[in-house]
């Protein structure tokens, strides 16, 4: 959507129910007239004094973003010191509105509010931008600064994010207070998110828009900055589209609020303040405001163009902005007493308003006695006793893990309101439908397979796993819920950005991934995923576990739901494998170690009997034929452990102690097997041991047909084996 800022002369809000025009304003330093706005004169001296100081930190740093943090100063200003519901003193208080800087990269638009509103910053962690150890660096980080509520920087993610903020608001409000009027529980609340041009170019927050339209997520207001500059400058040469029909069309309330053209700007916060008023009283949809400016204004040479968006201004630039502003050219980082003592004002303010709202909360929790107790339990972290609810498998030979799965999450959720989530798309396949709960999405999308409700505890994605994976990050940052998500592992790859960020921040996201390997068979090679658990064990934070078996399966669920300062993703079979009969504890002569040492990582499932010679480490499917293959090595004489690893990362936690009893250094003949590339299994089997693994991807056949094609088999591991004895001179 283009400017049009040639001819323009008037202030013009356009939104859904059509335009607004509003007579051109007397200006100074393009502010409209004092008269009636919402901005005293202390207000636009701390907005032009909040530009400055971002041109001064970027400058001092050398580099960063400077251009957009000068223009959407105001903006910033007035959600922070007028819109939104914040307590300055408790960045954790649960009726507080949440920021959400998608265009991360103008980190400065947050952290000088952070400043200014007394949120925990100072003047020296704004001079300290972008420095070893500062409270601000290059872009927001959640766990790292105070008031941050997620880590942005890769465009579109915050902002898609910020639709499973929305979704999470609704569903607590569901769980907790599920019968006050609208407007009226201490759970109801905003999300805020400012946005700019590279956000909604980028796909990830086009799959979210279309979800949060189709959810009617009220709570949501998106703000874009339509500067219409990035770092090559006019996006036109790339980005031409009608943006607000496009949202239009995603089912959100739009409005637009041009400030004008370099020749008639006026930054009219009143006109803003009202767009936003009638976004808030719009509960059905959510709400996006173009905000179209011009970035790096008032600097006088460099607005408006491609070298102000990412980079310092330079010296004779910033003495010409504090010029224009009033300010005298030769000082940086000079904040007026007087006017830090009104922006911190704001503490006070909100004061009040949190006052109003614990009495609203103590009346809510005396009325709801239970639903408190629940609301404790999770902010807590605590948990009921998820092993009595496991189911034990009795009685069963084979079955896929992933039907395993789908068995343990409704079993858990029987116990965990909390738990809920769904799939992209491929529930029959994920088997991640909780069953007897509603979906959650307004009752008029309800179907003949799902019953859909405001409140409900399903989640349908559609065939968006970005889109998806950025939901789940924002539910989990929300809290204190639990949420999982569900696709096949070769589609992991689709969801890699947000699983990432989600490792990042150490959010508790959980991911069903099924279809695991060329088990799945027919499908064919575009479906078997050979990379990707090595690529997924790549990523520091991430917990990536593959079950053996329907045991494993149950306490890897138990592990990841207890664990929750970090993701998880569970990779399960679309085969049929063995359900193993297990002792009762650790693995002793041919009894099979009990499931609940899953939590280790990595434990001896079966040991050897007679001497140690040799050992056999496998995860998920390829357990079986590690445990066939333990077999003929046995009988051949050869002591023969086999090692389950159905989780690395929990293994490399364990002391040292316990990670040599396993896997004994001084046992150099070693076999790993896994059906896919042999990437970080080396480290385990050392220079004279062997992996059994799949270099190459794979084809379209039964699955049994496939591992013999491949050499996954036990015959090829009792090979391996006996190369690796020889190699370390046994």
């Avoid at 085969?575 to 193993?580: D, F, R, S, T, Y």
């Amino acid at each position: 959507m283009r400017h049009g800022r040639e001819a323009e002369s008037r202030l013009v809000i356009l939104d859904s129910d059509g335009p607004y025009v509003e007579p051109h304003r007397a200006m100074s330093k393009g502010w409209p007239s004092p008269m009636g706005s919402v901005f005293s004169d202390q207000d636009r001296k701390a907005v032009d004094i909040a530009r400055v100081l971002a041109a001064d930190a970027v400058e001092k740093a050398g580099h960063g973003h400077p251009g957009t943090a000068i223009s959407l100063a105001p903006v910033a200003y007035l959600l922070f010191q007028k819109v939104m519901t914040l307590d300055p003193s408790d960045p954790q208080w649960l009726g507080r509105d949440r920021f959400i800087l998608s265009a991360g990269h103008s980190s400065l638009t947050q952290y000088v509010q952070l400043f200014l509103g007394g949120f925990g910053l100072e003047l020296d962690d704004i001079k300290a931008l972008r420095t070893w150890g500062s409270l601000t660096p290059g872009h927001p980080e959640y766990g790292h600064t105070d008031h941050v509520e997620i880590t942005t920087g890769p465009l579109g993610q915050g902002l898609a994010s910020a639709t499973g903020f929305a979704y999470a608001q609704r569903f607590e409000r569901g769980l907790f207070d599920p019968d006050t009027s609208p407007g009226e529980s201490p759970f109801d609340h905003f999300v805020y998110v400012i946005a700019g041009d590279g956000d909604l170019q980028e796909g990830v927050s086009a799959e979210a828009a279309s979800l949060a339209g189709h959810q009617e997520l009220g709570n949501l207001i998106v703000l874009y900055d339509a500067n219409q500059i990035s770092i090559e400058d006019d996006v036109d040469i790339a980005f031409s589209e009608d943006v607000q029909a496009r949202y239009e069309a995603y089912g959100w309330d739009v409005h637009t609020v041009d400030f004008g053209s370099a020749a008639n700007y006026s930054e009219d916060v009143d006109a803003l303040l009202a767009a936003i008023n009638r976004a808030k009283a719009d509960t059905q949809r959510p709400s996006l405001i173009v905000v179209k400016t011009i970035i790096g204004w008032p600097a006088p040479h460099k607005q408006n163009t491609g070298k102000i968006h990412g980079s310092a201004l330079g010296a004779d630039e910033l003495a010409a902005l504090k010029t224009e502003l009033g300010m005298n050219p030769e000082e940086s980082f000079v904040v007026p007493p007087e006017v830090l003592e009104h922006t911190r004002a704001l503490g006070e303010r909100s004061r009040h308003t949190r006052e109003a709202w614990d009495k609203s909360f103590s009346q809510w929790a005396q009325k709801n006695p239970d639903k408190k107790a629940l609301l404790d339990r999770l902010l807590a972290g605590e948990l009921p006793d998820l092993e009595a609810v496991l189911p034990t498998f009795d009685g069963v030979g084979s079955l896929a893990t992933r039907a395993a799965s789908g068995q343990v999450l409704n079993a858990l959720a029987s116990v965990l309101p909390e738990l809920w989530g769904g799939s992209a798309d491929l529930a029959d396949s994920n088997l991640t439908t909780i069953k007897g709960r509603a979906s959650f999405a307004p009752a008029h999308h309800s179907t003949k397979e799902f019953q859909a409700d405001l409140y409900g505890s399903v989640l349908h994605f559609g065939i968006r796993e970005h889109a998806m994976g950025s939901i789940l990050n924002g539910i989990a940052l929300h809290g204190p819920t639990k949420p999982f998500g569900g696709t096949f592992l070769i589609f992991s790859d689709y969801m890699r950005p947000a699983v990432r960020l989600a490792a990042l921040m150490r959010v508790p996201a959980r991911y069903v991934w099924t279809h695991d390997s060329i088990g799945l068979g027919e499908d064919g090679p575009t479906h078997q995923p050979v990379e990707q658990l090595a690529t997924l064990r790549a990523i520091p934070g991430l917990d990536l576990v593959r079950p053996a078996d329907a045991h494993e399966t149950a306490y890897a669920w138990k592990t990841m739901i207890e664990r929750q300062h970090n993701p998880a993703g569970i990779a399960l079979t679309r085969q049929g494998i063995p359900v193993l009969k297990r002792g009762d504890d650790v693995a002793v002569g041919s009894t099979l170690a009990h499931a609940r040492h899953t939590a280790r990582g990595g434990y001896v499932l079966a040991e050897a009997e007679g001497e140690l010679q040799v050992i056999l480490l496998a995860t998920g499917s390829e357990v079986s034929i590690a445990l066939s293959a333990r077999s003929v090595l046995q009988e051949a004489g050869m002591g023969t452990r086999v090692v389950s690893m159905p989780c690395v990362e929990w293994f490399d936690e364990q002391d040292e102690a316990y990670r040599h009893k396993v896997l004994p250094p001084e046992v150099r003949a070693r076999v790993s097997i896994e059906a896919g590339i042999a990437q970080g299994w080396h480290r385990f089997v050392g220079d004279t041991g062997r992996t059994v693994a799949l270099e190459h991807f794979g084809a379209s056949a039964d699955y049994q047909r496939l591992y013999e094609e491949f050499g996954l088999t036990p015959e090829a591991v009792v090979t391996a084996a006996k190369e690796s004895l020889a190699a370390s001179g046994k």
